[in-house]
C-alpha cells in the first residue's frame, strides 16, 4: 500500500473514526488527540495484512478512546459546577444519506444523551456507541474490545436500559424543532420575559456549564419563572460588541454568542409539545474554542 494510499483510505474513514470518539469522549479535542493516534498507528501498521481497513481503524481508536476515557473520570470529579459534552459542529452530509439515520446520529451526539452516557462504564459506552449510534453487528464489537459475543450482548443490554430509563424523550419534528429554537433564542437575546414564559414548560431546566471560568449557574435552574427571569437578567447585562452565529451543533440548532468577535456562550435548547423542556448554556471558553465564527452574522 502506497503512501498516498494510506493517506487516502484513513481520511475516508475519518469521519467515522472523530465520531465514535467524540461520543466516547465528549471532548473535541480528546476525540482528535485519539484519532491522530490512530493515524499513527495505522501508517506504522502492516497494512497489507489488514483485511478490513474500516474494522482494524474502528478498533484502534475504540480502544484509545476507552483508555483516554478512564484517565478523566477523574478530572471530570472535580468539575465546577455542572458538565456538559464539548459542543460539537454536526453536518452528516453522505454519511447518513436516509432521514432515519441521520436522525439517529444526531440522537446519539445530543446533548441530552451524552450527559447520560456519562453514567455509563467505559466499555458500556463503548458498546453502545458501536451498536446503536453505527449499528456495528455483536460479533464486531466484540472482536473491537477483545470481550467475548455473549459479554458484549449483556454490555449492550445493560447500557441500553440504563439509557432508556435516564434520557429523556424529546422526539420532534426537525422544522419545528428549528421554529421554536429561534423564537425562544430571539425572546432569550431581547430579554423579553413574557415572550420566554410563553415558550417555556412549567418544569423546565437550564443547566450552565462553565467549569468555575466564567459565570454560570453553578446548579441546575428548574421551573419556568426561575429560568425566565435567569435569561431575562442575563440578556440585560449582554456586551456591546455581541454578535450571532445560528450553528448546527450536537444534531439540532443553536446559538453561538461571540463577544469581540470570539466565542463567548453557546445556548442549546430541547423541545417538546410546542414547549422548551431543557436549556443547554455552555460558557467554558476551553469548550467554545473549536467552534467556527467566520461565518455571517444572524440578522
Request: aromatic share 6%; with cysteine; hydrophobic share 45%.
Amino acid at each position: 500500500m502506497t503512501t498516498d494510499t494510506t493517506t487516502e483510505v484513513f481520511e475516508e474513514h475519518r469521519p467515522v473514526l472523530m465520531g465514535v470518539a467524540y461520543r466516547m469522549l465528549g471532548r473535541v479535542a480528546d476525540a482528535e488527540d485519539v484519532v491522530q493516534e490512530a493515524w499513527l498507528r495505522w501508517s506504522g501498521a502492516d497494512r497489507d495484512a489488514v483485511r478490513e481497513p474500516r474494522a482494524y481503524l474502528v478498533r484502534v481508536t475504540t480502544r484509545l478512546a476507552v483508555d483516554r476515557l478512564r484517565q478523566a473520570q477523574a478530572r471530570k470529579e472535580a468539575y465546577v459546577g455542572p458538565w456538559l459534552p464539548e459542543p460539537y459542529v454536526t453536518d452528516f452530509g453522505d454519511t447518513a444519506p436516509d432521514a432515519a439515520d441521520r436522525a439517529v446520529l444526531a440522537d446519539s451526539v445530543s446533548l441530552a444523551v451524552l450527559v447520560v452516557l456519562e453514567s455509563l462504564s467505559p466499555l458500556e459506552r463503548a458498546v453502545f456507541v458501536l451498536r446503536e449510534a453505527f449499528g456495528f453487528p455483536f460479533g464486531e464489537i466484540a472482536a473491537t474490545l477483545d470481550r467475548s459475543e455473549a459479554a458484549v450482548r449483556q454490555l449492550a443490554a445493560r447500557a441500553r436500559k440504563h439509557v432508556d430509563e435516564r434520557r429523556p424523550r424529546y422526539d420532534v419534528d426537525p422544522a419545528e424543532r428549528r421554529d421554536l429554537t429561534e423564537r425562544f433564542l430571539a425572546a432569550a437575546v431581547e430579554g423579553d420575559l413574557k415572550g420566554l414564559m410563553e415558550l417555556l414548560a412549567p418544569d423546565v431546566r437550564l443547566v450552565g456549564d462553565s467549569g468555575g471560568r466564567a459565570k454560570a449557574p453553578l446548579r441546575v435552574l428548574q421551573t419556568a419563572d426561575k429560568v425566565g427571569r435567569f435569561l431575562a437578567a442575563v440578556a440585560g447585562q449582554r456586551p456591546a460588541d455581541m454578535s450571532l452565529r445560528l450553528l448546527d451543533l450536537n444534531g439540532g440548532p443553536a446559538l453561538l454568542i461571540l463577544a469581540d468577535g470570539k466565542p463567548d456562550t453557546v445556548f442549546q435548547v430541547d423541545v417538546k409539545d410546542g414547549r422548551v423542556q431543557c436549556v443547554y448554556v455552555i460558557r467554558n471558553p476551553e469548550k467554545l474554542a473549536f467552534l467556527p465564527v467566520d461565518q455571517q452574522p444572524e440578522p
